[in-house]
């Protein structure tokens, strides 16, 4: 059951920034480093996904360990 209420909060997170903006534009700043804590979340990881050429950032929320995974591209379509 606790599972389910942290995926309910990671979903919930997730549109909450993706309307809002605000994390996708931090982790597109210079310097946004690996154990950096940014608006309450903690940075565990970035890489490159050549696949979609992709900058991928995954952020873990401090307080409710919900985790967030960000794809920076210049695609346009946002379709899923």
């Not at 605000?22 to 597109?28: F, H, T, V």
Request: aromatic letters at 8%; proline letters at 1%; hydrophobic letters at 50%.
């Amino acid at each position: 059951m606790e599972q389910k209420w942290k995926s309910l909060i990671a979903f919930l997170l997730c549109m909450a920034m993706l309307f809002a903006g605000g994390l996708p534009a931090l982790a597109q700043e210079e310097g946004y480093q690996v154990n950096n804590e940014i608006a309450g979340f903690v940075v565990r990881e970035r890489t490159r996904l050549e696949l979609v050429n992709a900058d991928v950032t995954v952020l873990e929320h401090g307080k409710t360990g919900a985790t967030v995974m960000l794809l920076l591209n210049e695609d346009t379509n946002r379709a899923f």
